[in-house]
């Protein structure tokens, strides 16, 4: 059972679109009958020119950029209708590029592309991007400051696209892999952020990345950790970095060692 989805997502599959385009997120018209295959029914005929065309009820949504090739219903020959607009589940129109001709009622289409299956791997790929970016960053940023950050949503819908290729079972495309594991790539990226090495743009990191105005005290009684933070006199920040107290130093009284 696929654990619950997070409260924050990096990237979303209209993200993966705008980077696969429809050719690298559609299925195969083959995999394994996957596809819902729903049938989209005209119920009033749209002449040529026309910019919509009323259907029944979608059982399924689809997406802007879909093709349809309506037939049947007395046509004489089969019309192709490009979406311009996404439909949802339940719509009874779809917005449509000016038809190239009339499109009767009771004419059907099939939705051979984007499908139900589909949305839902988009969905997971996002789901893998997002906790992939938080491997590496959530030790020093908060994912409410992740989800605002370009560079996040970047990262995440790499990961997704790198998945997304290998669960359809398609090679991955080498713009991906560059993308990914290149030099300078994402990998290379969050393994800087998870180091301090990189910062996130435009976002702070979950407490002050060093400290400021720190005084220590260099106490030889202690066997280890004789390096000690004087807190009376040092930044009360907290800090990302463990520090040892120099707790005489803090309690306003000093033990002595001699």
């Known amino acids: 059972m696929a654990p619950a989805q997070q409260q924050y997502l990096y990237t979303q599959p209209n993200d993966l679109w705008a980077w696969l385009s429809i050719a690298g997120v559609d299925m195969r018209l083959d995999d394994q009958n996957s596809s819902t295959g729903q049938n989209v029914l005209a119920t009033a005929t749209a002449v040529e020119g026309a910019t919509s065309v009323s259907i029944a009820a979608l059982p399924w949504p689809l997406l802007k950029g879909t093709n349809l090739q309506f037939e049947g219903g007395g046509m004489s020959a089969v019309v192709p209708v490009v979406l311009t607009g996404t439909a949802s589940t339940g ?17 059907t289409a099939r939705d051979s592309g984007v499908n139900v299956a589909m949305a839902q791997n988009l969905i997971r790929a996002c789901c893998y991007g997002t906790d992939k970016v938080n491997r590496y960053c959530m030790g020093r940023y908060n994912p409410e400051d992740l989800i605002t950050s370009w560079s996040a949503n970047e990262w995440a819908t790499i990961w997704a696209a790198w998945w997304l290729c290998s669960r359809v079972l398609r090679s991955i495309p080498q713009a991906v892999k560059a993308a990914w594991e290149g030099k300078g790539g994402a990998l290379d990226e969050l393994k800087m952020v998870m180091s301090s090495q990189m910062q996130v743009p435009g976002i702070g990191t ?10 220590v005290t260099v106490n030889p009684a202690y066997y280890n950790h004789k390096i000690r933070l004087q807190q009376t006199m040092s930044d009360p920040q907290n800090t990302q970095f ?6 005489s130093d803090a309690l306003g009284y000093d033990w002595g060692w001699w």
């Open 242 to 247: 463990g520090t040892y107290v120099d707790w």
């Open 206 to 215: 979950r407490s002050a990345g060093w400290p400021f105005i720190d005084n």
């Open 91 to 107: 719509a009874t129109s779809l917005s449509v590029a000016a038809l190239e001709g009339d499109v009767a009622a009771q004419a």
